[in-house]
T-cell receptor, first 110, second 115 residues
Framework: DQQVKQNSPSLSVQEGRISILNCDYT??????FLWYKKYPAEGPTFLIS?????DKNEDGRFTVFLNKSAKHLSLHIVPSQPGDSAVYFC?????????FGEGTQLTVNP | EAQVTQNPRYLITVTGKKLTVTCSQNMNHEYMSWYRQDPGLGLRQIYY???????DKGDVPEGYKVSRKEKRNFPLILESPSPNQTSLYFC??????????????FGSGTRLTVV
Protein backbone atom coordinates (compact mmCIF):
# COMPACT_ATOMS: atom_id res chain seq x y z
CA ASP A 1 0.00 0.00 0.00
CA GLN A 2 1.88 3.01 -1.33
CA GLN A 3 0.75 5.91 0.84
CA VAL A 4 2.93 8.46 -0.95
CA LYS A 5 3.10 8.34 -4.73
CA GLN A 6 5.10 10.19 -7.31
CA ASN A 7 3.57 9.20 -10.62
CA SER A 8 6.21 10.74 -12.88
CA PRO A 9 9.47 8.78 -12.87
CA SER A 10 11.20 11.50 -14.86
CA LEU A 11 10.91 15.15 -15.90
CA SER A 12 13.00 17.15 -18.33
CA VAL A 13 12.99 20.97 -18.49
CA GLN A 14 15.06 23.74 -20.05
CA GLU A 15 17.36 25.86 -17.96
CA GLY A 16 15.60 29.00 -16.72
CA ARG A 17 12.11 27.50 -16.98
CA ILE A 18 9.91 26.24 -14.15
CA SER A 19 10.13 22.66 -12.89
CA ILE A 20 7.02 21.24 -11.24
CA LEU A 21 7.26 17.96 -9.40
CA ASN A 22 4.11 16.33 -8.10
CA CYS A 23 3.23 14.01 -5.24
CA ASP A 24 -0.02 12.45 -4.01
CA TYR A 25 -0.75 10.88 -0.65
CA THR A 26 -3.55 8.83 0.85
CA UNK A 27 -3.11 9.04 4.62
CA UNK A 28 -5.06 11.88 6.22
CA UNK A 29 -2.95 11.57 9.38
CA UNK A 30 0.14 13.00 7.69
CA UNK A 31 0.90 16.37 9.27
CA UNK A 32 4.20 17.30 7.65
CA PHE A 33 5.39 16.98 4.08
CA LEU A 34 8.97 17.24 2.88
CA TRP A 35 11.02 17.22 -0.29
CA TYR A 36 14.48 15.70 -0.57
CA LYS A 37 17.02 15.93 -3.36
CA LYS A 38 19.43 13.11 -4.15
CA TYR A 39 22.51 13.17 -6.34
CA PRO A 40 24.14 9.92 -7.53
CA ALA A 41 26.46 8.30 -4.96
CA GLU A 42 25.19 10.59 -2.20
CA GLY A 43 22.51 10.36 0.46
CA PRO A 44 19.27 12.35 0.16
CA THR A 45 19.47 15.92 1.41
CA PHE A 46 16.57 17.84 2.92
CA LEU A 47 15.22 20.59 0.69
CA ILE A 48 12.02 22.07 2.08
CA SER A 49 9.05 21.11 4.24
CA UNK A 50 5.50 22.25 4.85
CA UNK A 51 3.11 21.79 7.71
CA UNK A 52 -0.41 20.55 7.02
CA UNK A 53 -1.77 23.80 8.44
CA UNK A 54 -0.20 25.77 5.59
CA ASP A 55 -0.75 25.68 1.86
CA LYS A 56 2.52 27.22 0.69
CA ASN A 57 6.13 27.49 1.82
CA GLU A 58 8.94 29.26 -0.03
CA ASP A 59 12.69 29.05 0.25
CA GLY A 60 14.53 30.92 -2.46
CA ARG A 61 13.91 29.26 -5.81
CA PHE A 62 11.92 26.43 -4.20
CA THR A 63 8.23 26.60 -3.31
CA VAL A 64 6.11 23.76 -2.01
CA PHE A 65 2.33 23.87 -2.40
CA LEU A 66 -0.07 21.70 -0.42
CA ASN A 67 -3.67 20.97 -1.43
CA LYS A 68 -5.11 19.02 1.47
CA SER A 69 -8.53 18.47 -0.06
CA ALA A 70 -6.89 16.81 -3.08
CA LYS A 71 -4.17 15.17 -0.95
CA HIS A 72 -1.62 16.58 -3.35
CA LEU A 73 1.59 18.51 -3.01
CA SER A 74 3.95 19.94 -5.55
CA LEU A 75 7.45 21.40 -5.65
CA HIS A 76 8.13 24.36 -7.94
CA ILE A 77 11.68 25.29 -8.87
CA VAL A 78 12.04 28.68 -10.53
CA PRO A 79 14.26 29.27 -12.39
CA SER A 80 15.58 25.77 -12.96
CA GLN A 81 19.35 25.34 -13.16
CA PRO A 82 21.48 22.44 -14.48
CA GLY A 83 22.70 21.83 -10.92
CA ASP A 84 19.11 21.00 -9.96
CA SER A 85 19.34 17.79 -11.98
CA ALA A 86 18.81 15.05 -9.39
CA VAL A 87 16.23 12.60 -8.06
CA TYR A 88 13.57 14.31 -5.95
CA PHE A 89 11.70 12.42 -3.27
CA CYS A 90 8.61 13.65 -1.51
CA UNK A 91 7.98 12.36 1.98
CA UNK A 92 5.20 12.61 4.54
CA UNK A 93 5.13 12.22 8.28
CA UNK A 94 2.99 11.73 11.27
CA UNK A 95 5.51 12.48 14.01
CA UNK A 96 9.10 11.38 13.41
CA UNK A 97 8.56 8.60 10.86
CA UNK A 98 8.82 9.53 7.20
CA UNK A 99 7.15 7.67 4.34
CA PHE A 100 8.76 8.34 0.96
CA GLY A 101 7.52 8.34 -2.59
CA GLU A 102 9.22 6.56 -5.47
CA GLY A 103 11.19 9.57 -6.64
CA THR A 104 11.25 11.69 -9.82
CA GLN A 105 14.43 12.14 -11.87
CA LEU A 106 14.66 15.81 -12.86
CA THR A 107 16.94 16.73 -15.74
CA VAL A 108 17.56 20.42 -16.44
CA ASN A 109 19.02 20.93 -19.90
CA PRO A 110 21.36 23.89 -20.56
CA GLU B 1 31.34 18.52 10.57
CA ALA B 2 27.87 17.19 11.44
CA GLN B 3 27.38 13.95 9.62
CA VAL B 4 26.07 10.40 9.46
CA THR B 5 28.79 7.91 8.57
CA GLN B 6 28.04 4.52 7.07
CA ASN B 7 30.50 1.72 6.43
CA PRO B 8 31.22 0.08 4.13
CA ARG B 9 30.19 2.08 1.05
CA TYR B 10 30.18 -1.02 -1.14
CA LEU B 11 29.86 -4.67 -0.18
CA ILE B 12 29.55 -7.86 -2.19
CA THR B 13 28.78 -10.97 -0.19
CA VAL B 14 27.45 -14.49 -0.60
CA THR B 15 24.08 -15.84 0.44
CA GLY B 16 23.94 -16.79 4.09
CA LYS B 17 27.11 -15.06 5.27
CA LYS B 18 26.27 -12.77 8.19
CA LEU B 19 27.18 -9.12 7.78
CA THR B 20 26.87 -5.83 9.62
CA VAL B 21 26.59 -2.36 8.15
CA THR B 22 27.64 0.29 10.63
CA CYS B 23 26.08 3.72 11.11
CA SER B 24 27.36 6.47 13.37
CA GLN B 25 26.21 10.06 13.87
CA ASN B 26 27.94 12.92 15.70
CA MET B 27 24.96 15.24 16.22
CA ASN B 28 23.61 13.75 19.46
CA HIS B 29 20.40 12.80 17.64
CA GLU B 30 17.96 10.58 19.49
CA TYR B 31 16.18 9.25 16.40
CA MET B 32 17.93 6.94 13.93
CA SER B 33 16.57 4.88 11.09
CA TRP B 34 17.54 2.55 8.25
CA TYR B 35 16.07 2.72 4.75
CA ARG B 36 16.58 0.73 1.59
CA GLN B 37 16.23 2.22 -1.87
CA ASP B 38 15.07 0.06 -4.77
CA PRO B 39 14.16 1.10 -8.33
CA GLY B 40 10.52 2.10 -8.63
CA LEU B 41 9.93 1.67 -4.88
CA GLY B 42 11.65 4.72 -3.44
CA LEU B 43 12.95 4.65 0.10
CA ARG B 44 11.38 2.12 2.43
CA GLN B 45 11.97 2.08 6.16
CA ILE B 46 13.52 -1.06 7.64
CA TYR B 47 13.91 -0.25 11.35
CA TYR B 48 13.99 2.84 13.48
CA UNK B 49 15.07 3.80 16.98
CA UNK B 50 13.64 6.60 19.10
CA UNK B 51 16.51 6.43 21.60
CA UNK B 52 19.04 4.08 23.24
CA UNK B 53 17.63 0.58 23.70
CA UNK B 54 14.38 1.58 21.93
CA UNK B 55 13.93 0.08 18.46
CA ASP B 56 10.93 -0.77 16.32
CA LYS B 57 10.10 -2.28 12.96
CA GLY B 58 9.55 -0.16 9.93
CA ASP B 59 7.77 -1.21 6.77
CA VAL B 60 10.18 -3.92 5.53
CA PRO B 61 11.94 -5.44 8.59
CA GLU B 62 12.06 -9.11 7.48
CA GLY B 63 15.60 -10.46 7.35
CA TYR B 64 17.14 -7.58 9.29
CA LYS B 65 18.13 -6.87 12.88
CA VAL B 66 19.29 -3.71 14.59
CA SER B 67 20.63 -2.67 17.96
CA ARG B 68 20.96 0.68 19.75
CA LYS B 69 23.36 0.26 22.66
CA GLU B 70 24.82 3.75 22.30
CA LYS B 71 23.20 6.96 21.16
CA ARG B 72 25.60 7.54 18.28
CA ASN B 73 25.59 4.04 16.73
CA PHE B 74 22.84 2.09 14.98
CA PRO B 75 24.19 -0.98 13.15
CA LEU B 76 22.13 -2.95 10.63
CA ILE B 77 22.63 -6.72 10.84
CA LEU B 78 21.79 -9.24 8.15
CA GLU B 79 22.03 -12.65 9.84
CA SER B 80 21.58 -14.67 6.64
CA PRO B 81 21.60 -12.40 3.60
CA SER B 82 19.64 -13.40 0.51
CA PRO B 83 19.76 -12.02 -3.05
CA ASN B 84 16.50 -10.08 -2.52
CA GLN B 85 18.39 -7.96 0.01
CA THR B 86 20.59 -6.60 -2.75
CA SER B 87 19.87 -2.89 -2.48
CA LEU B 88 21.14 0.57 -1.61
CA TYR B 89 20.92 1.19 2.12
CA PHE B 90 20.76 4.53 3.92
CA CYS B 91 21.04 5.40 7.57
CA UNK B 92 19.40 8.60 8.80
CA UNK B 93 19.12 10.54 12.05
CA UNK B 94 17.34 13.51 13.59
CA UNK B 95 16.33 15.02 16.89
CA UNK B 96 13.14 13.36 18.06
CA UNK B 97 10.11 15.36 17.03
CA UNK B 98 12.07 17.45 14.54
CA UNK B 99 12.57 14.98 11.73
CA UNK B 100 9.34 15.93 10.07
CA UNK B 101 9.90 19.68 10.18
CA UNK B 102 13.64 19.90 9.53
CA UNK B 103 14.30 16.60 7.82
CA UNK B 104 16.64 13.77 8.55
CA UNK B 105 20.38 13.80 7.98
CA PHE B 106 21.26 10.87 5.74
CA GLY B 107 24.48 8.95 5.34
CA SER B 108 26.08 8.49 1.91
CA GLY B 109 24.70 5.00 1.45
CA THR B 110 25.89 1.39 1.34
CA ARG B 111 25.47 -0.54 -1.87
CA LEU B 112 25.05 -4.20 -0.97
CA THR B 113 25.10 -7.04 -3.47
CA VAL B 114 24.24 -10.57 -2.32
CA VAL B 115 25.18 -13.30 -4.78
Amino acid sequence: DQQVKQNSPSLSVQEGRISILNCDYTNSMFDYFLWYKKYPAEGPTFLISISSIKDKNEDGRFTVFLNKSAKHLSLHIVPSQPGDSAVYFCAAAPGSRLTFGEGTQLTVNP
Amino acid sequence: EAQVTQNPRYLITVTGKKLTVTCSQNMNHEYMSWYRQDPGLGLRQIYYSMNVEVTDKGDVPEGYKVSRKEKRNFPLILESPSPNQTSLYFCASSFTGQGARYGYTFGSGTRLTVV
